[in-house]
T-cell receptor
């Protein structure tokens, strides 16, 4: 089993819709969690940290479920500019990226 | 610009040649990381430094790869006797501490012909 697993997609979603991604991790001792966004042929950029209490940044909401060992990202009112690959990141003794979920917002 | 910088941005080399990449982290960050990313995959950890000390190396880092951070500031990644399988994006990132956010440079795209 991979340490961090994501559904690779692609997710093709109409503009304005709500989309959710999940990411599961295998190491229960993992301590920090993040979502990154990566545009084609660009470097990953930090989107948001993920906390057990959940956190929201505008249209984006991230949630951590330690009991079930998954993190989620919800994007509301999706925009064309949200099209990208979304990578979840888990830190225990080391940092591990998921393979990413590709999202395309359709006009 | 106070972000992470990498040089060169692109490198095309013939198989068997040596290449060296440079990374300049965010100045107050004492942790520096190297990753490799191939198409359709997430970044894969190669190695990291805390200040000038190289604290961990992935098994992906064969004997042909070496990394240094001589004064705890910039870092270099050298690949000797390049192979076609080394073609990838090499990403550098820096952070303040082990559990904190990592900030990435623009990457060096290596093509081995």
């Amino acid at each position: 089993r991979k340490e961090v697993e994501q559904d690779p997609g692609p997710f093709n979603v109409p503009e304005g819709a709500t989309v959710a991604f999940n990411c599961t991790y295998s190491n229960s001792a993992s301590q920090s969690f993040f979502w990154y966004r990566q545009d084609c042929r660009k470097e990953p950029k930090l989107l948001m940290s993920v906390y057990s209490s959940g956190n929201e940044d505008g249209r984006f909401t991230a949630q951590l479920n330690r009991a079930s060992q998954y993190i989620s990202l919800l994007i509301r009112d999706s925009k064309l500019s949200d099209s990208a690959t979304y990578l979840c990141v888990v830190i225990n003794e080391k940092l591990t990226f998921g393979t990413g979920t590709r999202l395309t917002i359709i006009p | 610009d106070t972000g992470v910088s990498q040089d060169p941005r692109h490198k095309i080399t013939k198989r068997g040649q040596n290449v060296t990449f440079r990374c300049d982290p965010i100045s107050e960050h004492n942790r520096l990381y190297w990753y490799r990313q191939t198409l359709g995959q997430g970044p894969e950890f190669l190695t990291y430094f805390q200040n000038e000390a190289q604290l961990e190396k992935s098994r992906l880092l064969s004997d042909r790869f070496s990394a240094e951070r001589p004064k705890g500031s910039f870092s270099t990644l050298e690949i000797q006797r390049t192979e076609q399988g080394d073609s990838a994006m090499y990403l550098c990132a820096s952070s303040l501490d082990r559990l904190g956010e990592q900030y990435f440079g623009p990457g060096t795209r290596l093509t081995v012909t």
